[in-house]
């Protein structure tokens, strides 16, 4: 079993539309939780992270973390032509540790 | 948030040349930085763990005589890809640790012919 699992899509939504992107983990361990947008032939970017679990909000994009269901969101409000990337959940035991990636999630957000 | 560098962002060898990548932490320090290669639509592979001062961690099937790994500084890791083949034409991405935090560079798309 992977460590950490995220359906690759492709994911394709009309412009405003509200966007759920999903991962699951197997490691009860992680506690440090992080959303990356990738564009094509770019590094990844940082969008979001979140110590443990709760909500964290900024902008039009919320992230989630329900650690009793080993379960991550992230939401995307409003979404927009310029959205459309890959986006990688990665996640950490802790700060010393190395982050497991999900296999990326492609958007295109239609207009 | 904090700025990864990478130099050079393409590079194009020939079969049997080497070929090094830099990695540089611009506003931080990084005593830790880590290699990553991906494939076209995968997800990143982690190669290599590049502590300053001592010897990277190498994950399982990477091969640590032909990626060289380097962190000289807090600020700098280089990655030197040995005797390149065809094989090994992919797309290269760093990434420096600041606290809790992982940022990546922008990536470098090596092309062995």
């Known amino acids: 079993q992977k460590e950490v699992e995220q359906d690759p899509g492709p994911l394709s939504v009309p412009e405003g539309a509200i966007v759920s992107l999903n991962c699951t983990y197997s490691?009860?361990?992680?506690?440090?939780f992080m959303w990356y947008r990738q564009y094509s032939r770019k590094g990844p970017e940082l969008l979001m992270y979140?110590?443990?679990?709760g909500n964290k909000e900024d902008g039009r994009f919320t992230a989630q973390v329900d650690k009793s269901s080993k379960y991550i969101s992230l939401f995307i409000r409003d979404s927009q032509p310029s959205d459309s990337a890959t986006y990688l959940c990665?996640?950490?035991?802790?700060?010393?540790?190395?982050?497991?990636f999900g296999t990326g999630t492609s958007l295109t957000v239609i207009p | 948030g904090a700025v990864v560098s990478q130099h050079p962002s393409r590079v194009i060898c020939k079969s049997g040349t080497s070929v090094k990548i830099e990695c540089r932490s611009l506003?931080?320090?990084?005593?830790?930085m880590f290699w990553y290669r991906q494939f076209p639509k995968k997800s990143l592979m982690l190669m290599a763990t590049?502590?300053?001062?001592?010897?990277?961690?190498?994950e399982q099937g990477v091969e640590k005589d032909k990626f060289l790994i380097n962190h000289a500084s807090l600020t700098l890791s280089t990655l030197t890809v040995t005797s390149a083949h065809p094989e090994d034409s992919s797309f290269y991405i760093c990434?420096?640790?600041?606290?809790?935090?992982?940022?990546f560079g922008p990536g470098t798309r090596l092309t062995v012919l």
């Open positions: 990434s420096a640790r600041d606290n809790a935090e992982q940022f």
């Open positions: 490691n009860s361990a992680f506690q440090y």
């Open positions: 979140t110590y443990s679990s």
């Open positions: 990665a996640m950490s035991v802790s700060t010393g540790n190395q982050f497991y």
């Open positions: 506003d931080f320090q990084a005593t830790t």
């Open positions: 590049s502590n300053e001062g001592s010897k990277a961690t190498y």
